[in-house]
């Protein structure tokens, strides 16, 4: 399995990522809402029954599926 993108990682701090979407800080990112998830982002790869799955922004790691990022789009 591939490594789960740490908050930490620099890439993952610039764009505010959250292993869980409930945990962003509403301050910091006021555009964030509760229903934004990785698992509903246009760019997240993962399968809809996965926990986790790849992203783009994030190459050769992968994300949660409850997770969030500041570059979130609402799928199509
Ligand atoms: Fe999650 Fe989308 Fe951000 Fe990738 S771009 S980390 S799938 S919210």
Do not use: I, M
Not at 20 to 32: G, R, S
């Amino acid at each position: 399995a591939q490594a789960k993108v740490d908050e930490k990682d620099p890439q993952a701090a610039a764009l505010g990522y959250a292993a869980d979407t409930a945990k962003v800080d509403a301050k910091k990112y006021p555009k964030h809402a509760a229903a934004q998830t990785c698992s509903n982002c246009a760019l997240y790869q993962g399968k809809p029954a996965d926990a986790t799955g790849a992203c783009p922004l994030f190459a050769g790691k992968v994300v949660a599926a409850k997770g969030w990022c500041s570059a979130w789009a609402k799928k199509a």
